[in-house]
């Protein structure tokens, strides 16, 4: 009984060791560039936040002002080929936030070109920008006046 009473105790001392040391490493606090958390992210994302900026400049200019929008998704895209360029054709929705109102939300479509600025394999040239144009911008579902 002795023995069996020494090595629950022994296990329970171990086991507040264990559980001590890993909540401690839990409330650490990371220097510099640590990375906080790993994600994973679609190829979708990754398109989506190249094109954020100018997503925000086809929406201040459809509205005349800043507003938020979020949670944006690819409906549709397509992959124009011709001789002398290749350019995606992507249909975007967005959800808008009302300016006065939390509930006021409204969902707009985007249907923009994306021109690659690489046609071919040859180009070398790393300073070349993509050229994104603005084909439609629809309001599905409209913000209440």
Known sequence: M???LKYLTLSIAVLVCFSVTQTSAT???P????VYKTMYATTEDIFL???????NKFVLNQYGKQVHWYEPKIVEINRLVSQSKCTYQATI????QG?????DWGIDQITLNYDSPYQNSEVNDTSLEPKIELIDYKHVTPLAK
């Not at 929705?93 to 808008?96: A, D």
């Open 2 to 4: 002795k023995k069996y």
């Open 27 to 29: 409330y650490a606090h």
């Open 31 to 34: 220097k510099g560039n640590t």
């Open 49 to 55: 936040d190249t094109i954020h900026s100018k997503l």
């Open 93 to 96: 929705m967005i959800k808008v």
């Open 99 to 103: 300016e006065n109102n939390v509930q």
